[in-house]
T-cell receptor
Framework: KAGVTQTPRYLIKTRGQQVTLSCSPI?????VSWYQQTPGQGLQFLFE???????NKGNFPGRFSGRQFSNSRSEMNVSTLELGDSALYLC??????????????FGPGTRLTVT | GENVEQHPSTLSVQEGDSAVIKCTYS??????FPWYKQELGKGPQLIID?????GEKKDQRIAVTLNKTAKHFSLHITETQPEDSAVYFC???????????FGAGTTVTVRA
């Protein structure tokens, strides 16, 4: 099976702009989670989607949003970018249902740099 | 929310020796505990996981132990090899939460 794919892999944006990141989960997986990874804060949960519905959300401002499509692909959007949004954004794919609802498999990430 | 602490932050071992990383968690509702390995420029890779109804799990040179009473779990790597050098993360998740809370990571260096 192909793994989790994320596009683009690298992105440079300017403060105030917005950005959209894309994630294609492992075939058959219905759950997609997003995490932000920074040297200072580590890996932090953003949100999780299952069958186009957000099931859980982390403690991030409303500038961070996401969605999931009927084919399980997901996008996350960050509006009004700030310098502190520079990070590696990771997408994780999971079956989302029994017998292995919690196993998460990560993609390579999108490296976002805000200048 | 769940708080996961991980120790040590760095670990240097001689090739062939064992490496042990320890994590504690705060939420007694957590019942799923995965471990990830992250190499430079890559996303975290799931290497082993354990659920709360099991005390120990092994997969070749890797083993994880869980003590629910003390709220801690550990990763054991035996016969370390240079390719084991990476950053290792522990995580915890309560059931029906679908969210992983991660430790801060341990940078493991295996000296040849």
């Amino acid at each position: 099976k192909a793994g989790v794919t994320q596009t683009p892999r690298y992105l440079i944006k300017t403060r105030g702009q917005q950005v959209t990141l894309s994630c294609s989960p492992i075939s058959g997986h219905r759950s997609v989670s997003w995490y932000q990874q920074t040297p200072g804060q580590g890996l932090q949960f953003l949100f999780e989607y299952f069958s186009e519905t957000q099931r859980n959300k982390g403690n991030f401002p409303g500038r961070f949003s996401g969605r999931q499509f009927s084919n399980s692909r997901s996008e996350m959007n960050v509006s009004t970018l700030e310098l502190g949004d520079s990070a590696l954004y990771l997408c994780a794919s999971s079956p989302g249902t029994i017998p292995s609802p919690y196993e998460q498999y990560f993609g390579p990430g999108t490296r976002l740099t805000v200048t | 929310g769940e708080n996961v602490e991980q120790h040590p932050s760095t670990l240097s071992v001689q090739e062939g020796d064992s490496a042990v990383i320890k994590c504690t968690y705060s939420d007694s509702a957590s019942n799923y505990f995965p471990w990830y390995k992250q190499e430079l420029g890559k996303g975290p890779q799931l290497i082993i996981d354990i659920r709360s109804n099991v005390g120990e799990k092994k997969d070749q040179r890797i083993a994880v132990t869980l003590n629910k009473t003390a709220k801690h779990f550990s990763l054991h790597i035996t016969e370390t090899q240079p390719e084991d050098s990476a950053v290792y993360f522990c995580a915890a998740s309560p059931s029906n939460d679908y969210k992983l809370s991660f430790g801060a990571g341990t940078t493991v260096t295996v000296r040849a």
